[in-house]
């Protein structure tokens, strides 16, 4: 019987710059000498090969990492010191201190005993995901029919560089221009095509409240705009009972089927939630009040920016979650105080809390400067940490696959070089689906 051999993982000079030609030398002088020239197309090559290097995916279905810290983001919030992680077709397999995990034979072997491993980082708000161009139709007020799983580009360059970031998982969502601007699709940031990216579509339905979509036309009022979306969703909701009471057989004709409103069903049978532009006390009151708790719709502030957190105790009476940024913080003038917004959640008893970039207003690669900022307010690691991983993924619904490390859940993982929330670390290799997606060994994109 052939044994498969261990294939262990060095470590190369990494790569630096951008590989752009910029960063190399100008071949500009015909009369160079031979060695010149071929010494300077060597190098041309070798950062050409380098750029490709992120795009490409280690097919290897079996791996092992040995690792100097895993953070699991377990419920028992494991931390497990000189760790081993076996990945076997895209899956967690197993996970332990190397004294009880044995690495099995054909698996490839990354040594990284001087590194923390910690799940994939999730971002419940992104914009970048997809075709920027397509993501902010504002045809009506409400635009019940629009859906952002059209406009995705897999393996993109800003998905480049969230792996880089060691971001693995995204919600992209319609821009907050209109009231409603269309559904959500959560999607991982390594795939060549969109079956392999997506995780689920819909994955949310973006509402905006206020802000922004004040500006539509010549302008619209808070009253009208929380009328006009409650309508829609009332007649979203009786599209929904409708089709309820035909498949209970309490109705025996089938209601048409309308396409701008069939979507709406996971919404209501809460399978997806409503992640909502929403901020300051007056904006966020509205929205706990009327779709978490007068809809019953599984609901994600997203934002709760400036005085926002005063909504706690309401927040606290229900299942939602807050997401907060990117604005990480704001002046209380009436304290005459600056305050750490994530801080301030935690400070009133939130703990379903979260952290954003709304990429691309902060680039999705600075997720982990994003926690970090809210830990420079005052906020405690271990939860900043949370709030980039299990907890967007819960607030998501996606956390049967990502956002902790566990047998059985989605291979995503980054190692960094110490705690991701220290801005002195960096992602030296990201692991999406249990294939190496970046490793700055081979090419530093940052």
Known sequence: MMRHRRHEWRAK???RGNGRSGDLPYVGNRRAKPALRSAIMSALLLASAGAQADERSDETSRLAVRAGKIVTMNDADAVINNAVVLVRDGKIERIGPQSEVAIPDGYRVIDARDKWL???????????????????DMVYLTNPGLRTLDTVVPDSDPMKAARAG???SVLLIPGSGTNMSGFGTITKTAGKSANE??????GSLKIAQAGNPEWYWYGVGRSFMNYNTRQTLEKAKAYHDAWAAFEKGETKTAPQYDPIFADFR???KREFIVSVHTQIYQVVMT???????????????DHGEFD??????MVLDTDTYAINGPRGYWFDWSGRKMLGLATSWWGKGVRK????TDAPVIPEEQLSYQAAMGCWYGWKPYPALCGVTRIPAEALMIDHRVGSLEPGKDADFGLWTGDPLDPRSSCEMTVVNGRVVYDANVYRRF
């Open 13 to 15: 000079p990494a790569l």
């Open 118 to 136: 910690v799940p994939g980082f999730v971002d419940a708000h992104n914009h970048t995901a997809g075709s920027l161009m397509d993501l902010n």
């Open 166 to 168: 060691g971001v693995t």
């Open 197 to 202: 990216s997506v995780i689920k579509s819909p």
């Open 266 to 268: 996971g919404l209501f």
């Open 287 to 301: 929205t706990v009040d009327m779709l978490a708790k007068k809809m019953n719709l599984r609901t994600v502030i």
């Open 308 to 313: 926002g957190f005063k909504t706690a105790p």
């Open 353 to 356: 809390i979260g952290i954003n």
